[in-house]
């Protein structure tokens, strides 16, 4: 229930606060508001209790006190009021409505507009849009205000309804398409002016507009366009142009091979490559792992895993291998993904040693990601291993996989080989008094050790 100084607080606030406000004295009436619905007088009643009785669960209780309340000069009158225009029955609806209708054009509806939009999107009908949110951007200086809310939500759903309602010259939309900092905004608005057809908005937009938006303005402008705009550091540009390029018969590998072979090094020229290479490419994505910078050095091992998807390849382990231990967490977790599930046995000498404390945090999670990935056993073993050191920073998430790994069930019809068995059993000793001797029983039948 509800004090003058919480309603005082709510009328200074944010106006959407209002419809939490309504569900939660709703809820409140259903569980513990029977006795008070016997004692609510049909008489005027205390600015407490009339929102009790506008809020209340029962449409008998509310209709009433929706007749009382367009009679209040109190800050909250008029949100409740809106409220009640999408009530579920008629009745407090006709009444909340033709109340509002009277007295809007008075009220600060800048402070009331996140309230309008929110109650816009309620499926009861289509009349908040029609008599209250439509005529609202249809003034200048609210469509402003609307346009600039801070409020994320409001602000997209004032754009969409702004679209339809064609308030908004194309000089506008441009604008709002290349610098609004929203890209579901820009996206929206950009798209749409696109497809007005008007040839002058579609080199800015090329330029300036939001990825998708960028992508079909590249469409309208050809594949010559494509061919200038092979080099895209966006990846969805980069693609349309590729697609472009090879519908007209183009070959979007050779630009990138002369590329990189001119010394045009970039991120995009090698990321392209990799899209659009072949396996005759892999040397040249390979002398690309040693550049100095680390985007450029992603980009390449992205490739090589395109062009190196054959599992039994055995020359992406042998190209990538030292880059497990790149200072560049983004290149050793590339370089993880590459090389999981293609490294044997013979490589774990080295993970447990990239895995080492002494190590960069990166470079260790690599390694560990990897060690888990060889095999069930070895996953195990490394869970334990990082638990043996509990001051270690990754101790916490190798008991949270340790835990998944028990989940998973314990049905292996496998056992570790006896380099690892002797490794489990010596981790299990050491370990039993803070895992518990029924954990550790259970890991011990499991691994058989």
């Given at each position: 229930?509800?004090?003058?100084?919480?309603?005082?607080?709510?009328?200074?606030?944010?106006?959407?606060?209002?419809?939490?406000?309504?569900?939660?004295?709703?809820?409140?009436?259903?569980?513990?508001?029977?006795?008070?619905?016997?004692?609510?007088?049909?008489?005027?009643?205390?600015?407490?209790?009339?929102?009790?009785?506008v809020?209340?669960?029962?449409?008998?209780?509310?209709?009433?006190?929706?007749r009382?309340?367009?009679?209040?000069?109190?800050?909250?009158?008029?949100?409740?009021?809106?409220?009640?225009?999408?009530?579920?029955?008629?009745?407090?609806?006709?009444?909340?409505?033709?109340?509002?209708?009277?007295?809007?054009?008075?009220?600060?509806?800048?402070?009331?507009?996140?309230?309008?939009?929110?109650?816009?999107?309620?499926?009861?009908?289509d009349?908040?849009?029609?008599h209250?949110?439509?005529?609202?951007?249809?003034?200048?200086?609210?469509?402003?205000?609307?346009?600039?809310?801070?409020?994320?939500?409001?602000?997209?759903?004032?754009?969409?309804?702004?679209?339809?309602?064609?308030?908004?010259?194309?000089?506008?939309?441009?604008?709002?398409?290349?610098?609004?900092?929203?890209?579901?905004?820009?996206?929206?608005?950009?798209?749409?002016?696109?497809?007005?057809g008007?040839?002058?908005?579609?080199?800015?937009?090329?330029?300036?507009?939001?990825?998708?938006?960028?992508?079909?303005?590249?469409?309208?402008?050809?594949?010559?366009?494509?061919?200038?705009?092979?080099?895209?550091?966006?990846?969805?540009?980069?693609?349309?142009?590729?697609?472009?390029?090879?519908?007209?018969?183009?070959?979007?590998?050779?630009?990138?091979?002369?590329?990189?072979?001119?010394?045009?090094?970039?991120?995009?020229?090698?990321?392209?490559?990799?899209?659009?290479?072949?396996?005759?490419?892999v040397?040249?994505?390979?002398?690309?792992?040693?550049?100095?910078?680390?985007?450029?050095?992603?980009?390449?091992?992205?490739?090589?895993?395109?062009?190196?998807?054959?599992?039994?390849?055995?020359?992406?382990?042998?190209?990538?291998?030292?880059?497990?231990?790149?200072?560049?967490?983004s290149?050793?977790?590339?370089?993880?993904a590459?090389?999981?599930?293609?490294?044997?046995?013979?490589?774990?000498?080295?993970?447990l040693?990239?895995?080492?404390?002494?190590?960069?945090?990166?470079?260790?999670?690599g390694?560990?990601?990897?060690?888990?990935?060889?095999?069930?056993?070895?996953?195990?073993?490394?869970?334990?291993?990082?638990?043996?050191?509990p001051?270690?920073?990754?101790?916490?998430?190798?008991?949270?996989?340790?835990?998944?790994?028990?989940?998973?069930?314990?049905?292996?019809?496998?056992?570790?080989?006896?380099?690892?068995?002797?490794?489990?059993g010596?981790?299990?000793?050491?370990?039993?008094?803070r895992?518990?001797?029924?954990?550790?029983?259970?890991?011990?039948?499991?691994?058989?050790?």
């Amino acid at each position: 229930m509800a004090t003058e100084e919480e309603l005082d607080a709510l009328a200074a606030g944010d106006s959407r606060e209002w419809l939490a406000f309504d569900e939660s004295e709703r809820r409140w009436s259903w569980y513990y508001g029977e006795a008070r619905r016997r004692a609510l007088p049909w008489r005027p009643l205390s600015r407490v209790q009339l929102v009790e009785a506008v809020c209340h669960a029962v449409g008998y209780i509310r209709e009433p006190g929706v007749r009382q309340l367009r009679r209040s000069r109190d800050p909250e009158a008029l949100p409740l009021l809106l409220v009640r225009c999408v009530d579920w029955v008629p009745q407090v609806r006709a009444i909340a409505r033709a109340a509002v209708l009277a007295r809007f054009a008075r009220a600060d509806r800048a402070a009331l507009l996140p309230l309008v939009v929110a109650l816009s999107r309620r499926a009861v009908d289509d009349w908040v849009d029609e008599h209250l949110l439509q005529p609202m951007l249809r003034t200048p200086e609210l469509l402003d205000v609307a346009l600039a809310t801070p409020d994320l939500r409001t602000r997209r759903m004032v754009h969409e309804s702004a679209l339809r309602a064609g308030l908004l010259s194309d000089e506008r939309l441009a604008s709002i398409a290349m610098r609004d900092h929203d890209d579901v905004i820009r996206t929206r608005v950009g798209l749409l002016l696109l497809d007005r057809g008007d040839a002058r908005f579609v080199p800015p937009l090329l330029d300036g507009g939001a990825p998708k938006v960028r992508a079909r303005a590249l469409q309208l402008r050809g594949v010559e366009t494509a061919r200038e705009r092979l080099a895209e550091s966006s990846s969805l540009l980069r693609s349309m142009a590729q697609a472009l390029v090879l519908r007209s018969g183009g070959d979007p590998a050779a630009y990138y091979r002369e590329a990189l072979r001119s010394g045009a090094v970039t991120r995009a020229t090698v990321a392209g490559l990799g899209e659009t290479g072949t396996t005759d490419d892999v040397d040249l994505l390979r002398a690309q792992l040693a550049d100095d910078r680390p985007r450029v050095r992603v980009a390449a091992v992205r490739g090589l895993r395109r062009l190196l998807a054959t599992p039994s390849d055995t020359r992406a382990a042998q190209y990538a291998r030292e880059l497990l231990a790149d200072p560049s967490p983004s290149v050793v977790r590339e370089t993880a993904a590459l090389l999981d599930g293609r490294l044997g046995p013979a490589d774990r000498p080295l993970l447990l040693d990239l895995a080492e404390t002494a190590r960069p945090l990166h470079v260790r999670r690599g390694a560990l990601t990897l060690l888990r990935g060889s095999s069930r056993w070895s996953r195990l073993a490394a869970d334990l291993w990082l638990l043996s050191l509990p001051a270690d920073p990754l101790a916490a998430e190798a008991r949270r996989d340790l835990d998944d790994w028990r989940q998973a069930g314990d049905s292996a019809f496998t056992r570790p080989s006896p380099e690892l068995a002797t490794r489990i059993g010596e981790l299990l000793a050491e370990l039993e008094p803070r895992l518990g001797t029924a954990v550790t029983a259970d890991l011990r039948r499991v691994a058989r050790v």
